[in-house]
């Protein structure tokens, strides 16, 4: 494993080796079976290409209402439990943080992308972010505390794990794009970013 930092963001590369992605992604669909992805739509009324699910005590919703955490799946079923490995990882590194109560489960096919924007739903903004990275890879870029200027862009690959901490954690941040076909991880290929987020 390569600890590296971009700034305020922590990279820890290879924090999953192979066995426990497979691991993860088993667990990953016992939460998908009881919370299906689903696409939300922008408040005005844009799908997003990401497709989206939840598992913890919240999970963040888009719809025409606007942006919001809620304590249950579109169809009305509470979010599943965060998977232990999750759990473990995010006590490891971030030991000072509470507890986490939202993995956002975020599924990109080799057309998705993310927008430039910052994460600012939640009401601790000092409490971290940490997300993970499983499947094809993605190219990642960290902007700034206000939009526009300088950025700086890395790959994303399968068993990553990204702490946002400090000025970081408010940074403007998207995804660009996705290299299809390079990982075997999931048999139909894209890419599942995860983000466990201390929500209240
Ligand atoms: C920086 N996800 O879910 S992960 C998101 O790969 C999101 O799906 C991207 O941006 C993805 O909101 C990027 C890295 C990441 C996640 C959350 C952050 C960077 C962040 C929250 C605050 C600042
Ligand atoms: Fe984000």
């Not at 025409?64 to 995010?90: C, D, F, N, Q, T």
């Not at 526009?148 to 940074?171: F, H, N, Q, Y």
Request: aromatic content about 8%.
């Amino acid at each position: 494993m390569t600890v590296l930092r971009v700034r305020d963001f922590e990279i820890h590369q290879s924090y999953f080796a192979p066995e426990a992605q497979a691991r993860l992604v088993h667990s990953l669909r016992e939460v998908l079976s009881k919370a299906p992805l689903f696409q939300p739509v922008t408040p005005r009324g844009t799908p997003m290409s990401v497709r989206m699910s939840a598992a913890g005590d919240y999970g963040w919703i888009s719809d025409r209402k606007g942006y919001r955490y809620e304590p249950a799946h579109p169809s009305g079923v509470p979010w599943p439990p965060i998977p232990e490995s999750l759990i473990a990882m995010w006590r490891e590194v971030v030991p000072d943080a509470r507890d986490p109560e939202c993995c956002l489960i975020n599924w990109y096919d080799e057309t998705a992308k993310m927008g430039m924007h910052q994460d600012r739903d939640e009401a601790d903004l000092t409490q971290p972010v940490v997300s993970v990275s499983l499947g094809d890879e993605a190219l990642f870029r960290m902007g700034n505390l206000t939009r526009g200027g300088k950025t700086e862009s890395i790959w994303l690959r399968s068993g990553d794990v990204v702490v946002m901490d400090g000025d970081a954690r408010r940074a403007y941040h998207g995804i660009d794009r996705i290299r299809p076909n390079s990982s075997t991880l999931l048999p139909n290929g894209g890419r599942i970013n995860l983000t466990l987020r201390v929500v209240t």
